[in-house]
């Protein structure tokens, strides 16, 4: 069975702090897809990242870096030198390979960051 | 901006009644998946429309169905609601982006049933 977990609940930081947000998925596929997105309260789910199965360097953008390592089945976000902008409700994702990325996803619980001034 | 819309923003409605909800995509996205998010929960998949097909279904009831149109437009309908399907439904059209596909999600109907 696939699962995406998200021990964080939530999570309260100062602004300019590093954070690091836990995903952990299972799954049978050999080949599978993972993703990150972001809900601010307005609701809207916005695409962060996606990253598939046989890709396994970390990726930095900005100031948003992504560890993915298959060994501990994780698929770490962290935020460096977080803003009052980044408090949003943070959900990892998983795809199963068979249909590719457009695959339904299956989400974790997520995890709130609140990034307070 | 996704490109992506979907109404109405809020509904409410009654056990019992039946609700359809509609999301309009871009031009070529040819499925459209839809996703119910509880209050402090994850989205979890309803199902999957692909050229106007059914293409993938989650483990929802089939009181909720759906239909895609040729114009990229989606209704996912819902009879005799009940209080458990208050929620915020989100629907997402997939997009081709270098040589894999990416799902943008639409800002979402929240319904409420009493």
């Known amino acids: 069975a696939q699962k995406v977990t998200q021990a964080q609940t939530e999570i309260s930081v100062v602004e300019k702090e590093d954070v690091t947000l836990d995903c952990v998925y299972e799954?049978?596929?050999?080949?599978?897809?993972l993703f990150w997105y972001k809900q601010p309260p307005s609701g809207e789910l916005v695409f962060l990242i996606r990253?598939?199965?046989?890709?396994?360097q970390n990726e930095i953008s900005g100031r948003y870096s992504w560890n993915f390592q298959k060994s501990t089945s994780s698929f770490n976000f962290t935020i460096t030198a977080s803003q009052v902008v980044d408090s949003a409700v943070y959900f990892c994702?998983?795809?199963?390979?068979?249909?590719?990325?457009?695959?339904?996803?299956?989400f974790g619980k997520g995890t709130k960051l609140s990034v307070k001034p | 901006e996704t490109g992506v819309t979907q109404s109405p923003t809020h509904l409410i409605k009654t056990r019992g009644q039946q609700v359809t909800l509609r999301c309009s995509s871009q031009?070529?996205?040819?499925?459209v998946s839809w996703y119910q998010q509880a209050l402090g929960q994850g989205p979890q998949f309803i199902f999957q429309?692909?050229?106007?097909?059914?293409?993938g279904r989650g483990n929802f009831p089939p009181r909720f169905s759906g239909l895609q149109f040729p114009n990229y437009s989606s209704e996912l309908n819902v009879n005799a609601l009940e209080l458990d399907d208050s929620a915020l439904y989100l629907c997402?059209?997939?997009?081709?982006?270098?040589?894999?596909?990416?799902?943008?999600f639409g800002p979402g109907t929240r319904l409420t049933v009493t």
């Open positions: 997402a059209s997939t997009s081709k982006k270098e040589n894999s596909y990416e799902q943008y």
């Open positions: 799954t049978r596929d050999t080949t599978y897809y």
């Open positions: 990253r598939n199965s046989f890709d396994e």
């Open positions: 994702a998983l795809s199963e390979g068979r249909r590719g990325s457009q695959g339904n996803l299956i």
């Open positions: 031009s070529g996205h040819n499925t």
């Open positions: 429309y692909y050229r106007e097909e059914e293409n």
